[in-house]
């Protein structure tokens, strides 16, 4: 495939594209680029959730990208999805991965990222940032 074709193919997805050079240049220079999605997990899935991000993400496997879906599944226990029982969101994550994988979504270049791992992975990363930036912000400052 082409760099145009992969630009052509890539671009199809958005609506709009804020650099196209820029766009056109990475996928000139990097044959895999790392792209990246994400979900909560809250329910069950409805069609256009189910349909365009396997139809999108098949685009993107096609002209080379890895995609990486990260699962909000923190992020969703803090909205009190499913009650707030996180083996409960986890249920939900792992239901609607089934679901794509049914509806044809290529697995190959895809992973999926579970933001409880990757946070309790880099734990001593991770909350003295979420302290640090808490102590030095205010909630007035944030919200505008």
């Known amino acids: 495939m082409t760099v145009e074709e992969k630009f052509q193919l890539v671009r199809s997805i958005g609506e709009e594209c804020i650099q196209e050079e820029e ?3 990475l996928l000139a220079k990097k044959p895999n680029p790392i ?42 226990l803090m909205n009190n999805k499913m009650g707030g029982d996180l083996k409960k969101i986890r249920k939900i994550g792992e239901y609607l991965i089934e679901i794509w994988k049914a509806m044809g979504m290529n697995q190959q270049n895809v992973e999926f990222v579970w933001s409880s791992d990757e946070i309790n992975k880099r734990a001593d990363e991770y909350w003295p940032l979420v302290i640090d930036i808490s102590r030095r912000n205010t909630l007035h400052r944030i919200i505008r």
């Open 35 to 76: 792209c990246y999605d994400g979900f909560e997990p809250s329910g069950r899935m409805h069609i256009a959730q189910g349909v365009m991000k396997t139809l999108n993400v098949n685009k993107l496997t096609s002209a080379g990208c890895k995609v990486k879906i990260w699962i909000a599944d923190w992020f969703a």
């Open 23 to 25: 766009l056109r240049n």
